[in-house]
């Protein structure tokens, strides 16, 4: 290799370290507000067990609808930190639920085990629910506010004892819960 080969690598290399850096930093997540008049799907999915679960059994709490797949990395990586956030914020009216993303509950059940979660799990048995809430990138967390209503869905995998993680969050729970009317 000639002298000016080598200084061609290096001075590309020296370029092309601050551009790497800028990338490694970059979060890998994306903040999509759920859009002023943008149709909001219902939510109604069954558990593994069969039973039926909506969405409205969780009005009053700020829930995440966290749409995974056993076979996504980003969602392995995601997953053990999104369960700390529900156990340590279920007091102050934080649920969690996890969504799964067309498999069978026995792959489920497996991958729940060998990361020691303890979350609800929901089936999205023929992946409309995912296709109605989410663009269908693994791992995205749709975020509900205490009335029931989508404030956005986080595209990506974060860390849910991040600051900025916090900074979603928070202020959710800040909020009251919404008053029973009634007699």
């Known amino acids: 290799m000639s002298s000016n080969t080598r200084r061609s690598i290096v001075v590309c290399a020296a370029l092309a370290l601050p551009w790497a850096r800028a990338l490694a930093a970059e979060p890998g997540y994306e903040w999509r507000p759920w859009l002023p008049g943008r149709r909001v799907p219902a939510l109604a999915l069954v558990r593994p067990d069969g039973r039926p679960w909506r969405l409205d059994e969780l009005r009053g709490r700020v829930v995440l609808a966290n749409f995974w797949a056993s076979w996504c990395e980003p969602c392995r990586a995601e997953m053990p930190s999104l369960a700390r956030l529900a156990s340590a914020r279920a007091a102050d009216g934080l649920s ?3 969504i799964n993303y067309r498999e069978a509950p026995a792959a489920i059940e497996r991958f729940m085990q060998s990361l ?7 089936l999205d048995r023929d992946g409309s629910a995912a296709s109605a809430w989410t663009p269908r990138i693994f791992p995205s967390t749709v975020v509900f506010d205490r009335e029931g209503r989508p404030r956005g869905v986080l595209v990506g995998e974060i860390d849910w004892e991040s600051a900025e993680a916090r900074a979603l969050v928070d202020p959710l729970l800040a909020a ?3 008053r029973k009317t009634g007699l």
């Open 96 to 98: 969690v639920v996890a």
């Open 116 to 122: 020691a979660i303890d979350l609800p799990v929901l």
């Open 176 to 178: 009251a819960a919404p």
